[in-house]
């Protein structure tokens, strides 16, 4: 059985670009895996950190997978570390940060892993880059659209960086 998810990539440490690049190229190379719609990338500036912190890139990528979603979490997890990144804390900076927003309609909730994203419907920055791929997307705990939980204030927190090149499964 294949699934669909939706994973946000970020990062605000060293050269963003690549860690981005780098971090789409290895999820590409995943066996069982399989890119179908990746969004523009964005720029936003670091929330809930220090002052000064550095702004973030981020981007979503839609992926079907024969992963479980902790699976796939262990997968990524192994690209984070190969590109430094060395701690899971929150409000931290880091090189690079994967996260599963979606699985399917699948709602999980261990000390592991926990899907829908508990923050995605409070993060314009995760919310805006899925919505490029797939604006017909609903929350599977609320069941409303994710559009309908932006407002035109969100959009000014969030700039389009780069536009990315559509792909379809």
Known sequence: MTSTAYILLGSNLGDREKYLSSAMAMIKEIPGLKLCGSSSVYSSKAQQ?????????????????????????TALEKIEQALDRTDKGKQLSRTIDLDILLYDTEIVDTERLTIPHPELLNR?????PVIEIDPTLVHPLTNKRLK??????????????????????
């Open 49 to 73: 950190m220090a002052s000064g912190t550095p702004s973030f890139l981020n981007q979503a990528i839609k992926v079907k997978t024969k992963f479980t979603s902790i699976e796939l979490l």
């Open 124 to 128: 314009a920055f995760a919310l805006i």
């Open 148 to 169: 309908d939980y932006l407002n035109d204030e969100d959009f000014k927190l969030v700039r389009q960086k780069e536009e990315n090149a559509p792909v379809s499964c």
